[in-house]
């Protein structure tokens, strides 16, 4: 933990914010320092330049996002970059294993490569599921998932009565899944 | 960026925030509506799209936006807060030495009118928005190491030039 009462530990903290290498929190906290306490001649220029360069600083955005990570766990574009590793690891296995755990039956036709990594994984569609019940936290009575070719349907119905249904897909090159609402 | 490329690639992008958000609710157990969080990060990322800077990867920087709303969203509804009653504030000299607001805006205005653009570019990113430098290389495209220079040279330039000022 620094002490800035510490000229040292200031002067060097000083120094790492002019070489852009303090975190957000340090920054604040040299900040607050200077707020609230004489300036010594020898930090004049550095105080003042502190404060002119957060004067525009939008406060509701000057949080350090790791500890948005650690709340929420993993970030989710690293769950898309294992859920496509898996992807690719399983391709092969994943055209049995779509038909049984939800009871649809892909063409029994020779796919293409391109076919067979645009195919949406179980896990793909329960991390969709777990997507959409988020948006909707605490207004869910149930999720039913149907899979379409390349696509899934996945229907929401809300205990107000009302159902929403989005188009979910994969893109396997950009690791990524992208739903489309239709009602 | 035009207002319809804004809206082409928000709209894309718009359920991933929704998800981050959601998940971020349920997570740190706030009060909330990760609508609404999507909603304030989406007028906030128009406003500095808006300002004719160069974004490259929009949806990084729409994600770390939503990331810092969230958090915001998390210290309004009075987690982790800090209460400033305790803290010695002897109130001598001036700490900032510049206190009018309009006086650091005139300063800040002449002092950055001797930056290049990409400089101010970064010291936006990173000073106004809190950006990390991993952040601001995953918004802008550019290497770290080149982003972290170029702050470093503005940074001493403008240490040097508020001399002036004092």
Not at chain 2, 9 to 19: E, F
Not at chain 2, 56 to 62: T, V
Not at chain 2, 73 to 100: F, V
Request: proline share 3%; glycine share 4%.
């Amino acid at each position: 933990m620094i002490n800035l009462d510490n000229k040292q530990e200031r002067l060097a903290l000083a120094e790492r914010f002019l070489d852009a290498e303090t975190t957000v929190q340090e920054e604040q906290m040299l900040a607050r320092y200077y707020a609230t306490h004489p300036v010594e001649s020898d930090e004049k220029e550095f105080a003042a330049m502190l404060a002119v360069s957060r004067s525009n600083a939008d406060s509701s955005l000057l949080a350090d996002t790791s500890e948005f990570d650690r709340i929420a766990g993993k970030p989710v574009s690293k769950q898309h970059t294992i859920l496509a590793w898996t992807a690719a690891a399983a391709a092969v296995s994943l055209m049995i294993i779509l038909p049984l755990s939800l009871r649809h039956k892909p063409a029994q036709s020779v796919m293409s490569e391109q076919d067979e990594q645009s195919i949406i994984s179980t896990s793909q569609i329960m991390e969709g599921m777990e997507m959409l019940s988020k948006i909707e936290v605490g207004e869910i009575e149930s999720i039913y998932a149907q899979p379409t070719g390349n696509t899934v349907l996945i229907t929401l119905r809300l205990k107000n009565g009302k159902e929403k249904t989005y188009i979910m897909s994969c893109d396997a090159n950009e690791n990524s899944m992208s739903f489309i609402a239709l009602n | 960026m035009t207002r319809q490329e804004f809206e082409k690639t928000s709209g894309r992008i718009r359920m991933k925030l929704l998800a981050l958000a959601g998940s971020f609710i349920s997570k740190s157990g706030i009060t909330g509506d990760a609508d609404d969080i999507v909603q304030e990060s989406m007028l906030k990322l128009w406003q500095h799209v808006n300002e004719d800077y160069p974004i490259q990867n929009l949806e990084a920087f729409a994600v770390t936006i939503t990331k810092k709303v969230c958090l915001s969203h998390l210290r309004d509804n009075g987690y982790e807060t800090e209460s400033l009653s305790g803290l010695d504030a002897p109130g001598t000299d001036s700490a900032t030495i510049i206190t009018d607001e309009a006086d650091i805006k005139t300063i800040k205005d002449e002092l950055y009118s001797l930056l290049t653009p990409t400089q101010k570019h970064y010291l936006h990113l990173r000073n106004d928005l809190g950006l990390s430098l991993d952040e601001i290389a995953d918004v802008t495209g550019s290497p770290k190491s080149s982003i972290k220079t170029t702050i470093s040279i503005a940074n001493r330039l403008l240490k040097e030039q508020i001399k002036r000022y004092i």
